[in-house]
Nanobody
Framework: QVELVESGGGLVQAGGSLRLSCTAS????????MGWFRQAPGKEREFVAT??????????VYADSVKGRFTISRNNARNTVYLQMNSLKPEDTAVYYC?????????????????WGQGTQVTVSS
């Protein structure tokens, strides 16, 4: 069983930056696929970014809406994945969720992830 705990959310002005962290416990997730999703009020949860191991290297995939502004990275020594968010916009306001799955490969669908965190609120003011 894997427990994921997100942190780093908060209130920021448009154009600002935040870095979210997600620390896993219970298992070492170095080879797991890690992902970030978000859910805005009244909307469905949507994919943001994912990082996975492929052919010994790291593969990352981003939603078009965040490409060039967000960066996903991982620190295996800390069993942690990060989401660096720059040039934030009011439409980025949402609860951000971390997820992971042991089966590998890049995953952009909610039902592909076995474990989820509780989420952290990000609010971007205009």
């Amino acid at each position: 069983q894997v427990e994921l705990v997100e942190s780093g959310g908060g209130l920021v002005q448009a154009g600002g930056s935040l870095r979210l962290s997600c620390t896993a416990s219970g298992r070492t997730v170095n080879t797991y696929t890690m992902g970030w999703f978000r859910q805005a009020p009244g909307k469905e949860r949507e994919f943001v970014a994912t990082t996975s191991i492929k052919w010994g290297g790291i593969q990352t995939v981003y939603a078009d809406s965040v490409k060039g502004r967000f960066t996903i990275s991982r620190n295996n020594a800390r069993n942690t994945v990060y989401l660096q968010m720059n040039s934030l916009k009011p439409e980025d306001t949402a609860v951000y969720y971390c997820a992971c799955d042991p089966s590998g490969g890049h995953k952009i669908n909610i039902n592909e992830y076995a474990y989820w965190g509780q989420g952290t609120q990000v609010t971007v003011s205009s």
